[in-house]
Nanobody, 124 residues
Framework: QVQLVESGGGLVQPGGSLRLSCAASGSIFSINDMAWHRQAPGKQQRELVATITSGGSTNYADSVKGRFTISRDNAKNTVYLDMNSLKPEDTAVYYC?????????????????WGQGTQVTVSS
């Protein structure tokens, strides 16, 4: 019903930059908060990296403040993560997440959707 597709991951040297994108598609009425999470190798928990509201308010994990920027294009139902000054400890699978309202006739439904993840590896 709703799909999130990430792109932009890859291998980058320490100090380098990458831009991740996540496009939502399907029976979307509106999208509220969008976010990026990551799961590092060997870790069971996903870490919340950054969030952005539909109005553009943002929050960041302390570990990425000043280096990462989250943004969104509401017309394209897309969220971005610009990552600068990358460190080896940023290596992880990055997942996007969105709180989506869908509409079926005269009924509205709220759901939390995840992308499939994109690998980011920071290594020399």
């Amino acid at each position: 019903q709703v799909q999130l597709v990430e792109s932009g991951g890859g291998l980058v040297q320490p100090g380098g930059s990458l831009r991740l994108s996540c496009a939502a598609s399907g029976s979307i009425f509106s999208i509220n908060d969008m976010a990026w999470h990551r799961q590092a190798p060997g870790k069971q928990q996903r870490e919340l990296v950054a969030t952005i509201t539909s109005g553009g308010s943002t929050n960041y994990a302390d570990s990425v403040k000043g280096r990462f920027t989250i943004s969104r294009d509401n017309a394209k139902n897309t969220v971005y993560l610009d990552m600068n000054s990358l460190k080896p400890e940023d290596t992880a699978v990055y997942y996007c997440n969105a709180a989506v309202v869908t509409r079926d006739g005269s009924s509205w439904y709220g759901g939390n959707y995840w992308g499939q993840g994109t690998q980011v590896t920071v290594s020399s």
